[in-house]
């Protein structure tokens, strides 16, 4: 069918951009479920219970630490800034989110690095230092580093004014 004016190809191209990254954020966010059976296939029968509750608190807590403030810290630049910047400062608990694809899509990737690091705690510390731990690596660690490499502000961004040694981050 034609698009009728440029203003209908517009709504249509973001209608597809958005579910394209909901699709893509949700095959990232599966990933939850791989690891979840490698670590609960690693770990003593008794424990396996504990294992699945924490990748399942995982996805839960990174949730919540990326919508009130990783997607700020990564992503939340102002349009007017120009620069290099150590972390977004716009966003903070999902005000005024430019695309909710665009944030599943990278708190689908949170959520990945939090349950990754998941299989090197697999029965040694207790779950709210397990939490805990989820929390900052999703809310401000992730955000961080996403925020230096793929924000156009971030020092290692390819598409910053001035890039890390005229290149940036390949």
């Excluded at 479920?33 to 770990?43: D, E, M, P, R």
């Excluded at 396996?48 to 997607?71: E, I, Q, R, V």
């Excluded at 608990?93 to 690091?117: E, K, M, N, R």
Aim: proline content about 2%; aromatic content about 16%.
């Amino acid at each position: 069918a034609c698009m009728k004016n440029t203003s209908d190809q517009a709504v249509y191209d973001t209608f597809v951009l958005e579910w394209g990254l909901i699709l893509t954020g949700s095959l990232v966010f599966f990933m939850q479920a791989g690891f979840a059976a490698l670590c609960a296939g690693c770990v003593r029968r008794k424990n396996w219970h504990n294992t699945m509750l924490k990748n399942l608190l995982d996805a839960s807590f990174a949730a919540l630490a990326f919508y009130c403030t990783g997607y700020a810290l990564a992503f939340g630049d102002s349009a007017g800034e120009s620069g290099v910047t150590f972390a977004g400062n716009q966003h903070f608990f999902g005000h005024d989110l430019p695309s909710y694809g665009a944030w599943f899509f990278q708190y689908a990737c949170s959520s990945a690095t939090v349950t990754i690091v998941a299989g090197t705690l697999a029965e040694r510390c207790q779950v709210w230092a397990y939490m805990l731990y989820s929390l900052v690596l999703a809310g401000l660690v992730y955000p961080i580093v996403a925020h230096a490499v793929w924000s156009t502000h971030g020092f290692l961004s390819v598409s910053a004014e001035d890039p890390l040694w005229g290149a940036g981050a390949i």
